[in-house]
C-alpha cells in the first residue's frame, strides 16, 4: 500500500513496484501519454485516408490525356515571274490580201508551265485606232522559249502596229523537267523563181519516250539585220517516238538570203497529246 506524508510524497513498502513520486508529476505523466497516443491515431487514420484517396483516384478518376495541337502552315504559294515578249511583229501577205502576226514569247519559270495561254494581238491603224483583235490560245513548257503565229489574218484597213497581250495564264507545275527530245535537223531555205515563192524545209527527229499526237513546226525569217520579214508554221499528227518526219513551210513571195530560226514543240500537259502503245 502507500501512502501521503505530509511532504506530498507517497511512501510504499520495500519491494512495491511503484516509485514516490510527487502527484503533479504523476498527472502530467498521464496527460502526456494521452496526447501522445492521440497524435499517433491521428497520423495513422491520415496516413489511412491519404492511402485510401490515392486508390480511389488511380483506379476511377483517369489522368486526362495531353491535349495535341496541329498547326497547319498554310503552303507557301510559289513566286512566279510573268512571261516575257520578246517580240511582236506582222507582215503581209499581198498575194492574198491578208497577215501573218507572230509573238516570241519566253517563260522564265523553270518549274512551272503553262497548258492554257489566252493572248491577242491587236492590230491598230495610223491614227492608233482599233482595227481587230485576234486571240487564241497557246501553251509554254518550263524555261521555254515559244513562238506563236497566226497566219493569214483578214480585215477591213491597213494596219501600223500590233500590240500582243496575254490575257490569262494557267500556271500548272512540272517539275523536274527535262527536255522534250524533240529536234528539227536538215532546215534549209529554199527560194523559186519559177513560183515567186519561198519555202524552208527539213525533218523533225522524235527521241522523246512518247508517241504524240500533235507537233508543231513554227520558224521565223530574218535578214542579214536580224529583223523578222516573215514567220510561218506547220502541224504533224501521229508522230511516233524514234521516227522523223519531213516538214514543209511556204510563202507566196520572193526574199532574199535570210537566216532561218525554227522551233518544234508539242503540249506535254495534255495527257490527250500522248499516244498509247497497244496492249499498254
Same mark, same amino acid.
Given at each position: 500500500?502507500?501512502?501521503?506524508?505530509?511532504?506530498?510524497?507517497?511512501?510504499?513498502?520495500?519491494?512495491?513496484?511503484?516509485?514516490?513520486?510527487?502527484?503533479?508529476?504523476?498527472?502530467? +505523466?498521464?496527460?502526456?501519454?494521452?496526447?501522445?497516443?492521440?497524435?499517433?491515431?491521428? !497520423?495513422?487514420?491520415?496516413?489511412?485516408?491519404?492511402?485510401?484517396?490515392?486508390?480511389?483516384? /488511380?483506379?476511377?478518376? %483517369? #489522368?486526362?490525356?495531353?491535349?495535341?495541337?496541329?498547326?497547319? #502552315?498554310?503552303?507557301?504559294?510559289?513566286? !512566279? @515571274?510573268?512571261?516575257?515578249?520578246?517580240?511582236?511583229? &506582222? &507582215?503581209?501577205?499581198?498575194?492574198?490580201?491578208?497577215?501573218?502576226?507572230?509573238?516570241?514569247?519566253? =517563260?522564265?519559270?523553270? @518549274?512551272?508551265?503553262?497548258?492554257?495561254?489566252?493572248?491577242?494581238? $491587236?492590230?491598230?491603224?495610223? +491614227?492608233?485606232?482599233?482595227?481587230?483583235?485576234?486571240?487564241?490560245?497557246?501553251? $509554254?513548257?518550263?524555261?521555254?522559249?515559244?513562238?506563236?503565229? @497566226?497566219? +493569214?489574218?483578214?480585215?477591213?484597213?491597213?494596219?501600223?502596229?500590233?500590240? &500582243?497581250?496575254?490575257?490569262?495564264?494557267?500556271?500548272?507545275?512540272?517539275?523536274?523537267?527535262?527536255? !522534250?527530245?524533240?529536234?528539227?535537223?536538215?532546215?534549209?531555205? =529554199?527560194?523559186? *523563181?519559177?513560183?515567186?515563192?519561198?519555202?524552208?524545209?527539213?525533218?523533225?527527229?522524235?527521241? /522523246?519516250?512518247?508517241?504524240?499526237?500533235?507537233? *508543231?513546226?513554227?520558224?521565223?525569217? %530574218?535578214?542579214?539585220?536580224? #529583223?523578222?520579214?516573215?514567220?510561218?508554221?506547220?502541224?504533224?499528227?501521229?508522230? !511516233?517516238?524514234?521516227?522523223?518526219?519531213?516538214?514543209?513551210?511556204?510563202?507566196?513571195?520572193?526574199?532574199?538570203?535570210? #537566216?532561218?530560226?525554227?522551233?518544234?514543240?508539242?503540249?506535254? &500537259?495534255?495527257?490527250?497529246?500522248?499516244?498509247?502503245?497497244?496492249?499498254?
Amino acid at each position: 500500500y502507500a501512502k501521503a506524508d505530509d511532504t506530498g510524497l507517497m511512501a510504499g513498502k520495500v519491494g512495491s513496484p511503484h516509485i514516490c513520486i510527487k502527484l503533479s508529476d504523476c498527472y502530467n +505523466a498521464v496527460m502526456n501519454y494521452r496526447v501522445q497516443k492521440q497524435i499517433v491515431i491521428g !497520423l495513422i487514420t491520415l496516413i489511412t485516408i491519404s492511402g485510401s484517396t490515392f486508390i480511389v483516384t /488511380s483506379i476511377f478518376i %483517369k #489522368e486526362p490525356k495531353p491535349q495535341v495541337i496541329e498547326i497547319r #502552315e498554310r503552303p507557301v504559294e510559289p513566286k !512566279l @515571274e510573268d512571261i516575257q515578249i520578246v517580240l511582236t511583229d &506582222f &507582215f503581209e501577205v499581198k498575194k492574198f490580201n491578208s497577215y501573218d502576226a507572230v509573238a516570241h514569247i519566253r =517563260n522564265p519559270n523553270s @518549274e512551272f508551265g503553262a497548258p492554257n495561254v489566252l493572248y491577242e494581238f $491587236i492590230f491598230s491603224d495610223e +491614227a492608233n485606232q482599233e482595227l481587230a483583235r485576234v486571240g487564241g490560245s497557246s501553251f $509554254i513548257l518550263p524555261g521555254q522559249i515559244h513562238y506563236i503565229v @497566226e497566219p +493569214a489574218i483578214r480585215f477591213q484597213g491597213t494596219p501600223n502596229t500590233v500590240d &500582243f497581250k496575254i490575257v490569262r495564264v494557267n500556271w500548272q507545275k512540272l517539275a523536274p523537267f527535262k527536255p !522534250l527530245g524533240l529536234h528539227l535537223r536538215d532546215v534549209t531555205f =529554199n527560194r523559186s *523563181e519559177e513560183t515567186s515563192s519561198v519555202s524552208v524545209t527539213g525533218i523533225v527527229d522524235n527521241k /522523246s519516250p512518247y508517241n504524240l499526237k500533235d507537233v *508543231e513546226v513554227s520558224v521565223i525569217l %530574218k535578214n542579214t539585220q536580224g #529583223e523578222a520579214v516573215a514567220a510561218g508554221k506547220t502541224n504533224m499528227q501521229d508522230l !511516233l517516238r524514234d521516227t522523223s518526219r519531213f516538214f514543209k513551210i511556204e510563202w507566196p513571195y520572193i526574199l532574199t538570203y535570210v #537566216e532561218v530560226d525554227g522551233r518544234v514543240e508539242s503540249n506535254f &500537259f495534255e495527257n490527250s497529246n500522248f499516244i498509247r502503245d497497244y496492249g499498254r
